[in-house]
């Protein structure tokens, strides 16, 4: 065999490897998940922004029900934390890479328990419509309903807090 028929066959594995790591990788992320903020995690070195939610920033303050501020981003991820300790590992799948190329996906413990959905449900996150299409709006009625998490309170909307933040208008 001629070098570059041994080089041509290399080439050819090492793409075809590339397209089955790819191919995994748009499928399902699953391991030990590490809290990032309110409505991202971190498996095996991949940031994973969590689909059709928007928690508070870890900056962010709110006002509880009696008028006292908390940092409820830092609560948020906290409380994030907390949640996907009961039962791991932690199994994300693919919805799209968002512009900062982050793996963008709906995620589930070990038991079955879908967190994009519980964060809304627990209040700690948004229902974000602009990409959920409303995924999360009959949960996040209940959570407003019921005075839960961001909903004991006064906030403002995180995706308005980080345009304010950053001196632009908000696009939510």
Not at 9 to 20: F, K, M, R
Request: hydrophobic share 40%; with cysteine; charged share 25%.
């Amino acid at each position: 065999m001629k070098f570059s028929d041994v080089l041509c066959a290399g080439a050819i594995l090492l793409v075809v490897n590339l397209h089955w790591n790819a191919a995994i990788a748009a499928e399902a992320i699953v391991g030990r998940a590490s809290v990032i903020d309110g409505d991202t995690i971190e498996i095996r070195g991949e940031h994973i922004r969590l689909h059709g939610v928007d928690a508070p920033e870890s900056w962010q303050s709110c006002n509880d029900g009696d008028g006292v501020t908390y940092r409820c981003g830092k609560e948020a991820a906290m409380t994030l934390d907390q949640f996907l300790a009961v039962s791991r590992p932690t199994r994300c799948e693919f919805v799209e890479r968002d512009r900062y190329g982050r793996f963008v996906g709906i995620c589930f413990r070990a038991d079955g328990r879908e967190i994009n959905r519980w964060l809304v449900e627990s209040g700690n996150a948004v229902d974000w419509a602009r990409y959920s299409d409303g995924r999360y709006a009959a949960v996040q009625a209940t959570a407003r309903s019921k005075g839960v998490g961001l909903w004991r309170g006064k906030f403002q909307l995180p995706c308005e807090a980080r345009a304010e933040h950053a001196g632009r208008e908000p696009t939510c």
